[in-house]
């Protein structure tokens, strides 16, 4: 019997699928959402600075859930969909039963990452914020309200370094861009505010910081992200940590921002 119900959002690939793989090591029943179902729904690298197709897809990422004996339940979600999201989430609600930890992984993938604020379109730029946070506040309000209403509830937001520190380099030379930088603060700001709004309510919210990951995206992207391809660690690690924080959520703050690496480094997974 399962010890728990999870979502995680953005798992085809890369983190996400590590991570909801990881939940069901442990025990958890997980519904993973994505734009990418199958193999015939593979596309491109969505920034156009690569024709080459993504690997990855729900159905794979579900065949390796139910390997370890959990329950699995591909669900097709596209960010930009807005009208879609908050049925998303109440779909998942009736066919869990129930949600216990929502990973909010999912990003926008598109054009406008990594040039320098005068070289974006605004519209771009509007489309990064929306999926990066508008999106996730309507996927995520069914889901926390549902939680409220139980009295307990783990969110999980993978943040990034982008939204709480200086720029390292310019913007498609190993630094991240206008764009993403405001919209992952927004975002990174969403997990200190609930924390404190809904603690009293019995739900935790912490925001993930994984440092360098070397997902299969940006392998193939490289260029402008060639330090992470080259520096960054496997996503399994990643989807290890986050198990256990998960199962060890009583040792964390509600609003406090999580070094997943630094924790990696302190349970011997990867060497300091």
């Not at 489309?127 to 139980?150: C, H, W, Y």
């Not at 206008?178 to 019995?202: M, N, P």
Request: one cysteine or more; aromatic letters at 6%.
């Amino acid at each position: 019997m399962a010890i728990g119900k999870a979502v995680v959002t953005g798992a085809s690939r890369g983190i996400g699928k590590a991570s909801a793989i990881a939940l069901a090591k442990i025990g958890f029943d997980v519904a993973i959402t994505a734009r990418t179902v199958s193999k015939e729904d593979q596309a491109p690298e969505p920034s156009g600075l690569s024709n080459t197709m993504l690997p990855g897809s729900l159905e794979e990422t579900a065949e390796i859930i139910r390997s370890h004996n959990a329950q699995a339940l591909p669900v097709y979600m596209d960010l930009m969909d807005k009208d879609q999201l908050v049925p998303t989430a109440e779909k998942i609600i009736d066919s869990l039963g129930r949600v216990d930890v929502l990973l909010s992984n999912a990003v926008y993938s598109g054009p406008g990452n990594y040039g320098r604020f005068l070289d974006n379109d605004l519209d771009d730029v509007a489309d990064r914020i929306f999926g990066n946070v508008t999106a996730q506040m309507f996927f995520l309000k069914p889901i926390l309200a549902s939680m409220v209403e139980r009295g307990s509830g783990i969110l999980l937001f993978m943040t990034s370094a982008a939204a709480y520190e200086c720029p390292f380099a310019m913007p498609g030379k190993g630094g991240w861009g206008s764009a993403y930088t405001v919209s992952k603060g927004g975002f990174h700001r969403l997990a200190i505010q609930l924390g404190y709004e809904y603690g009293i309510d019995g739900i935790t919210a912490l925001n993930l910081q994984p440092g360098l990951v070397a997902t299969e995206r940006v392998k193939i992207v490289r260029g402008p992200v060639e330090n992470v391809a080259s520096l960054g660690v496997d996503p399994e690690i990643i989807g290890e940590v986050i198990a256990h924080i998960t199962s060890n959520i009583s040792d964390y703050v509600s609003g406090e921002t999580i070094q997943l690496q630094k924790v990696a480094t302190e349970l011997g997974i990867i060497a300091s």
